[in-house]
């Protein structure tokens, strides 16, 4: 079947098609890019407005149309252009995950100005710094975050600001978001070239202050076009084996590639709207094929089974734990999740017994994972159903925008099979870090990102991500990849949650340690989790610290655990 998806690959790429690829240079490099792709991200939501009055944004009660959100959108730009605003300035977003969030990103970037993502979470202090460091004219919020912003106000005094979702009248500095919405008018008629800024997207910080990541226009229409290409490529290739999605001879014709087009997705929006999972993938992707975004609140999986159930939810691409919490919550066997076509994450790979998981739990849903990063405005690899299921611990190959290479300590490309820092380059790969010239120069080699994720690739062009270049256990001089240990660990049946990562020790230098979060009724035993584990490892890699934690695992905003803050919280002394 990987003949027929380097068929199916050359095929949907070849001259002429929708995803034919060029080459264009780009600040003096040449970077692969989609011929057909438009130009900028108001073409992307001008053309949404076909979908009419179709269920767009949908919130707790709230239901708005792709008409409505156009109209309402149109106003967020005329009000936006009474404050000065022109292409190339700045709007700061800093609210969960509303609609308002979505009806201000594309009143934003249609007009030419650039979206600043501001995380949620962030306290006062760190909003502080993201305003200065971003220097937006506006910043729209809600509520939680307009009290936030009023205990640094006074550092902003020519910063318009304006409030949704109040419970209260706004203070006199603030607009409300009514007064917005009613303003007459429509987009501003402008042109926007590709390698202009669309948003800045701050990276999660892990170590020191987080980085302003540049994503241009031509960045953020790639990678909607990688996406699309990964939901096209590996169902071609099937139908070209005669294979359907769940591997079996097609006995019906249905993957003889006649099928009907697949009805819109209905999309569950759990991960942040502030990060490229969330905006760039899920958002991006179901707003182009006329779908329904269903948002959260936050995160919570009982809350996303009842949602599943009841928008018929098809999609769920999130982080790998949400995932797997959906499938061991005790709700799952009495919620209907018959809907779900696809089911998986982003950001990193599934571990293969969530995988294998999927497949048994789920009626209809395929495995999925698409890897990549804020710094290259979404996805860089993809890989579901049968070829997930036959290389459970890939990502899939790279997309058609990106080259992709492992090197080593210099730099130099390493043959298939090696293991190396993985490098990518192409059109979705970001400007810069805003204000950041070194760090900058520090992650980008002429157009070429350093993931700073340590990979191999196999003959067929599969990425597999072996850790994070700093997650590495160097115990004795053996690298101990954290992953691996991680994967062994999600093998037993009584692990819900757990994160793998160094400990200082006198004579190896460092030892594997691992925080666990049992699933619930189960009883701590370090001694036979430990012997679970020497049946899938080397000695070396079996944890030799174990902590057993009542409570879920820290989690950023993302819903990626806090393995620093962990590392950091925990005692030896209190480890089994």
């Known amino acids: 079947m990987y003949q027929e998806l380097r068929a199916a690959w050359q095929e949907l790429t070849a001259p002429g098609q929708m995803f034919e690829v060029e080459t264009v240079e780009v600040a003096g490099v040449p970077l692969r890019s989609y011929r057909h792709a438009p130009p900028s991200l108001r073409e992307v939501w001008l053309g949404s407005a076909a979908h009419g009055d179709a269920d767009y944004l949908v919130f707790n009660d709230e239901r708005l149309s792709y008409t409505g959100a156009h109209q309402i959108s149109a106003s967020v730009a005329a009000w936006l252009a009474q404050q000065g605003i022109q292409s190339g300035d700045r709007v700061a977003i800093a609210m969960r995950n509303y609609p308002e969030w979505m009806l201000t990103y594309w009143a934003v970037v249609s007009m030419g100005a650039v979206v600043v993502g501001m995380n949620a979470w962030w306290v006062a202090g760190e909003m502080q710094y993201a305003l200065e460091d971003a220097a937006p004219k506006v910043l729209i919020c809600d509520r939680e975050r307009l009290q936030r912003f009023a205990e640094i106000r006074t550092h902003f005094p020519d910063l318009v600001v304006a409030a949704v979702r109040l419970t209260e009248p706004a203070p006199d500095w603030a607009t409300e978001w009514m007064t917005v919405v009613n303003t007459p008018g429509e987009l501003p008629q402008v042109s926007i070239a590709p390698d202009e800024d669309a948003c800045i997207f701050y990276t999660s910080g ?164 698409g890897y990549g990063m804020t710094e290259t405005c979404g996805i860089i690899a993809a890989v579901s159903s049968v070829f997930f299921a036959s290389k459970p611990a890939s990502v899939g190959p ?112 460092e030892e594997v340690g691992a925080a666990v979060h049992l699933r619930e009724g189960a009883t701590p035993d370090a001694d036979g989790l430990r012997a679970h584990c020497t049946g899938l490892l080397s000695p070396y890699k079996v944890p030799r610290y174990l902590w057993f934690l009542d409570e879920p695992l820290p989690r950023n905003a993302n819903g990626k655990f806090l393995k620093r803050e962990l590392r950091e919280g925990l005692d030896t002394a209190n480890a089994a």
């Open 206 to 369: 892990t170590t020191g202050r987080p980085k302003g990541a540049r994503l241009t226009h031509r960045g953020c229409v790639n990678n909607i076009l990688n996406v699309a290409f990964a939901n096209a490529v590996q169902p071609l290739a099937l139908a070209k084996a005669g294979l359907s999605e769940g591997g079996d001879g097609d006995k019906d014709g249905a993957a003889t590639g006649a099928a009907t087009p697949p009805p819109p997705p209905v999309s569950l929006l759990a991960t942040p709207l502030f990060h490229v999972t969330g905006n760039n993938c899920v958002a991006h992707a179901t707003t182009v094929a006329g779908g329904r975004l269903v948002h959260m609140y936050k995160w919570d999986p009982a809350e996303a089974l009842a949602l599943i159930e009841r928008e018929q939810v098809s999609v769920f691409n999130a982080v790998p734990m949400m995932a797997r919490e959906i499938l061991m919550h005790p709700d799952f066997e009495r919620r209907d999740t018959s809907s779900l076509k696809t089911l998986g994450g982003g950001g990193a790979a599934l571990q293969p017994d969530l995988v294998e998981k999927i497949g048994q739990r789920t009626a209809a849903a395929r495995p999925n994972t």
């Open 398 to 509: 790279a997309m058609p925008t990106f080259e992709a290479r492992c090197v080593g300590p210099a730099g130099e490309p390493l043959p298939s099979g090696e293991v190396g820092e993985l490098w990518v380059r192409g059109a979705p790969v970001i400007a810069g870090y805003l204000n950041r010239p070194d760090a900058t120069a520090e992650s980008i080699t002429e157009g070429w990102l350093h993931t700073g994720d340590i990979a191999y690739l196999d003959e067929d062009g599969f990425i597999f991500l072996v850790d994070r270049a700093k997650d590495m256990v160097l115990r004795g001089g053996e690298n101990v990849y954290c992953a691996e240990v991680e994967n062994a660990l999600f093998a037993h049946p009584d692990v819900a949650e757990c994160v793998v990562f160094a400990v200082a020790d006198d004579r190896l230098g």
